[in-house]
């Protein structure tokens, strides 16, 4: 070290005088605004996130926006990191290098990679002292919780059904929407049109989406649990099971009947082909643009097989750890978030179910659920939702259950895609 400084003071001198003076005119000047900070007393705190579509991200930037201008000591900066399968590599990086971002959103079922990492602080001790927390779902808590710790906080909560285009129906004499899968099979078939007979149909029934990110998993998990199926028994992943194999084959059968068709690899979440008629009906939830665009929509239930299911979508918020100072202020941020006010505007704004109570029991929000009753159809299905799991290894679960979809998609049978995925976990769990 004594070396370097030697060799550094040494380049020093080498330099003009007038560009010395300056470099430390710089530092000067640096050292005067960081006092100004200081004495200011702003702390700014950064927060990523990856809300898609593009207007859900306006209407959170303008509510960052509100929450900046009434608080003179808090400055919250929103920065959109991409898609959240594309994000998770950058945000462990960010971790291990102790740079990350103060808040994070993301979905919960990483919370234990995060935990592993010691990277996020639980929320228990400074939920319990807010007189807000009544106002919170229980159940939402419950997903966000993990060995008896709340790790995150509740951005928005929802659940997916399938949108359809009821022009495409009634072209196809359709008159009611389908409840079971074999009538979600049969309604499909109907739906897949091939006006000149090359065997390449210009409208396909169904969109399912391609890859093996968290989107798919995400779409199919609601198949999973209407099926009868479960990933995990006794705490481990257990996905080479009957429901499983079973959720699986039906939408192998979609593609085999040739009334399905695959989205682009890791965008199964795009509306384009909906949008533009090329697929009749589509799996996602309430966020989606297509409730913003002029394109005739509706929504049913996911259809049943064993029981009636959907998977939650919930996005939360986790503090990470940084410092003192940026934890106090991101705290003001999160208790925001979780106000009426926030997601009365929230919700309205993005389609998301609110997690605050009051704001589901608003007039306002109750004249907007009005204005739209397919919003019905999502907060009635609240009711047989269940979350994925939150577990330490999550990850690790969902990649090898999203290869073994993404190769039954592909053409290899579900049991043998699930047995390989099987095996692979079991070689992580041991390790």
């Not at 060995?147 to 008159?175: D, V």
């Not at 049943?304 to 979508?313: E, L, N, Y």
């Not at 208790?335 to 179910?353: D, H, K, M, N, R």
């Amino acid at each position: 070290m004594v070396k370097i400084i030697h060799q550094f003071l040494r380049s020093i001198w080498r330099v003009p005088l007038l560009l010395v003076i300056f470099s430390v005119s710089l530092i000067f000047l640096s050292s005067c605004q960081a006092k100004e900070s200081q004495n200011n007393q702003v702390t700014h705190i950064t927060l990523w996130h990856g809300i898609n579509p593009p207007v859900n991200r306006d209407v959170f930037q303008k509510l960052v926006d509100k929450f900046n201008q009434t608080h003179v000591d808090v400055q919250v900066e929103s920065i959109y990191a991409g898609q959240l399968d594309q994000q998770l590599p950058k945000i462990l990086t960010a971790v291990v290098a102790q740079v990350p971002p103060d808040i994070l959103s993301f979905y919960p079922q990483v919370t234990g990679q995060f935990v592993e990492l010691g990277a996020i602080v639980p929320l228990e001790d400074w939920l319990d002292k807010l007189s807000l927390k009544s106002e919170i779902s229980p159940n939402l808590l419950e997903e966000l919780t993990l060995n008896s710790h709340l790790w995150s906080i509740p951005l928005y909560t929802s659940n997916i059904g399938i949108f359809f285009r009821p022009t495409l129906f009634q072209a196809a004499g359709i008159t009611n929407t389908p409840k079971t899968w074999q009538e979600l099979r049969e309604v499909a078939k109907k739906l897949t049109v091939d006006r000149n007979g090359d065997n390449q149909p210009e409208q396909y029934g169904m969109l399912l989406p391609m890859g093996k990110g968290e989107w798919t998993v995400f779409s199919w998990f609601p198949f999973l649990f209407s099926g009868g199926g479960e990933v995990i028994r006794n705490g481990l992943p257990n996905l080479n099971n009957p429901g499983a194999i079973h959720a699986l084959q039906f939408w192998q059968d979609l593609l085999k009947d040739g009334s399905a068709i695959l989205s682009p690899p890791e965008r199964g979440y795009e509306e384009d082909a909906f949008l533009q008629g090329r697929v009749a009906m589509q799996i996602t939830g309430p966020w989606t643009y297509i409730t913003k665009s002029k394109t005739d929509y509706q929504v049913f239930p996911i259809p049943s097989d064993v029981d009636q299911a959907t998977v939650t979508g919930t996005g939360n918020f986790y503090l990470m750890k940084t410092t003192p100072e940026k934890k106090k202020a991101a705290l003001q941020f999160l208790e925001y978030v979780l106000s009426e006010e926030f997601q009365t505007e929230w919700a309205i704004g993005t389609g998301f179910l609110p997690v605050n109570l009051k704001t589901a029991q608003s007039t306002a929000y109750q004249q907007y659920i009005n204005q739209r009753p397919w919003m019905k159809v999502f907060l009635e299905q609240m009711g047989v939702a269940r979350a994925r799991p939150t577990l330490a290894g999550y990850n690790r679960l969902s990649e090898s259950l999203g290869r073994a979809i993404e190769s039954s998609l592909m053409g290899e049978s579900p049991q043998a895609a699930l047995k390989k995925a099987q095996e692979r976990l079991d070689l992580i769990w041991e390790k």
